[in-house]
């Protein structure tokens, strides 16, 4: 413990190369809120190389049905590097091709799912680019969906960029489920494939949830990777780095050891005193773990606001809460509305009908 904590000090005081790990540029987010724990280089441009393919997956999951079949065509014979082997005249559904793209980081079926989604690469690009800069991504920009360079020109962002996306793409249930599968079979018109993930650190380190990995020459070792433990969710991204998968599994335990999943919000127990609403329950959604420090945790609030309605119906939004450490905002929570009159009417309607079944049940 006392080596954990030692390197936990020198992790946040001292430059990532004077620790052994080797990454030019690194990144540690809290998935939940967006905060940046760790960050060394984290807004230099790079080339990405297969990492680019969490966009792919994404825009490819909000912007076509997945259930949709795709017949490959001849542009797949302009791939190289990593492949699932598709053969021209193929017929496979999108949705697998999405696991061989994220699984095998098949740069085959980048091809055919951008020219089945888009029409083409360069209308699938502009998807691309545009959703970028949509969800803040300031230093990214794409030129095809697999993530290949040649002769040094290819996608390019930051480690700070991909964990934004990651955070972003970690939202939406299908890219969740995809992102965190080790294996899959899928069947084409043709022939069946088994598909095993390039994610080592699934075998390494007991709580990752998703990954992706990346490389060419010039781009070298890329990888992005989620982890969660006790309601604490972490995504951390590495460029350039020879070490990945071990640096990326000292990182998770430095974090996790050094901060707490704090229940801020309790969706079963959230309570407010308003003179203006007196006969107004309020309630959320959902819970949120804040993650803090020992010595943040007091820095931890709550900034309530409420709408004022002359009229108040049952599940209206009626305000909004936000989880405040110090003056930076965490996340932010709606608030609901329930008529206690309304509710106490049930009630008595309830327990009528029990005293009524009970009398008849006497005779």
Same mark, same amino acid.
């Given at each position: 413990?006392?080596?954990?904590?030692?390197?936990?000090?020198?992790?946040?005081?001292?430059?990532?190369?004077?620790?052994?790990?080797?990454?030019?540029?690194? $990144?540690?987010?809290? !998935?939940?809120?967006?905060?940046?724990?760790?960050?060394?280089?984290?807004?230099?441009?790079?080339?990405? =190389?297969?990492?680019?393919?969490?966009?792919?997956?994404?825009?490819?999951?909000?912007?076509?049905?997945? +259930?949709?079949?795709?017949?490959?065509?001849?542009?797949?014979?302009?791939?190289?590097?990593?492949?699932?082997?598709? #053969?021209?005249? #193929?017929?496979?559904?999108?949705?697998?091709?999405?696991?061989?793209?994220?699984?095998?980081?098949?740069?085959?079926? *980048?091809?055919? @799912? *951008?020219?089945?989604?888009?029409?083409?690469?360069?209308?699938?690009?502009?998807?691309?680019?545009?959703?970028?800069?949509?969800?803040?991504?300031?230093?990214?920009?794409?030129?095809?969906?697999?993530?290949?360079?040649?002769?040094?020109?290819?996608?390019?962002?930051?480690?700070? +960029?991909?964990?934004?996306?990651?955070?972003?793409?970690?939202?939406?249930?299908?890219?969740?489920?995809?992102?965190?599968?080790?294996?899959?079979?899928?069947?084409?018109?043709?022939?069946?494939?088994?598909?095993?993930?390039?994610?080592?650190?699934?075998?390494?380190?007991?709580?990752?949830?998703?990954?992706?990995?990346?490389?060419?020459? =010039?781009?070298?070792?890329?990888?992005?990777?989620? =982890?969660?433990? +006790?309601?604490?969710?972490?995504?951390?991204?590495?460029?350039?780095?020879?070490?990945?998968?071990?640096?990326?599994?000292?990182?998770?335990?430095?974090?996790? *050891?050094?901060?707490?999943?704090?229940? *801020?919000? +309790?969706?079963?127990?959230?309570? @407010?005193?308003?003179?203006?609403?007196?006969?107004?329950?309020?309630?959320?959604?959902?819970?949120?773990?804040?993650?803090?420090?020992? #010595?943040?945790?007091?820095?931890?609030?709550?900034?309530?606001? !409420?709408?004022?309605?002359?009229?108040?119906?049952?599940?209206?939004?009626?305000?909004?809460?936000? $989880?405040?450490?110090?003056?930076?905002?965490?996340?932010?929570?709606?608030?609901?509305?329930?008529?206690?009159?309304?509710?106490?009417?049930?009630?008595?309607?309830?327990?009528?009908?029990?005293?009524?079944?009970?009398?008849?049940?006497?005779?």
């Amino acid at each position: 413990m006392k080596k954990l904590a030692f390197f936990s000090i020198c992790l946040i005081l001292f430059p990532i190369q004077v620790l052994g790990l080797s990454a030019r540029n690194a $990144v540690v987010m809290d !998935l939940n809120s967006g905060r940046v724990l760790y960050e060394y280089n984290s807004h230099d441009e790079h080339l990405i =190389a297969s990492i680019t393919k969490i966009m792919t997956c994404l825009i490819t999951i909000m912007y076509s049905d997945l +259930d949709k079949m795709v017949i490959v065509d001849e542009d797949v014979l302009k791939a190289y590097g990593s492949s699932v082997y598709l #053969e021209v005249g #193929e017929e496979i559904k999108l949705r697998d091709l999405l696991y061989g793209l994220m699984l095998r980081s098949g740069n085959d079926a *980048a091809v055919a @799912i *951008a020219n089945t989604v888009a029409g083409s690469m360069d209308n699938f690009v502009y998807l691309m680019n545009e959703y970028a800069k949509t969800i803040g991504m300031k230093n990214t920009h794409f030129v095809n969906a697999h993530g290949l360079d040649q002769k040094g020109v290819g996608n390019t962002s930051s480690a700070y +960029d991909m964990a934004l996306l990651t955070k972003v793409a970690m939202q939406n249930k299908t890219f969740k489920e995809i992102f965190g599968t080790r294996e899959y079979k899928a069947q084409s018109n043709l022939k069946t494939y088994n598909w095993e993930g390039k994610n080592k650190l699934f075998g390494m380190y007991q709580y990752t949830t998703g990954g992706k990995t990346g490389y060419t020459e =010039a781009a070298r070792r890329t990888l992005v990777t989620t =982890a969660s433990k +006790d309601n604490k969710n972490l995504v951390i991204v590495t460029l350039d780095d020879g070490n990945d998968f071990n640096d990326h599994k000292a990182l998770y335990e430095t974090y996790f *050891a050094n901060y707490e999943a704090v229940r *801020a919000i +309790d969706k079963n127990d959230f309570k @407010i005193d308003d003179t203006y609403y007196k006969n107004i329950n309020f309630y959320v959604k959902n819970d949120y773990y804040a993650l803090v420090t020992g #010595e943040e945790k007091k820095d931890l609030k709550l900034d309530i606001t !409420l709408f004022k309605y002359d009229k108040v119906y049952d599940d209206i939004k009626i305000g909004e809460v936000k $989880v405040m450490l110090k003056d930076t905002i965490l996340h932010k929570e709606s608030i609901y509305a329930k008529n206690i009159k309304q509710e106490e009417q049930t009630k008595k309607k309830e327990s009528l009908a029990k005293k009524l079944w009970g009398w008849l049940k006497f005779w």
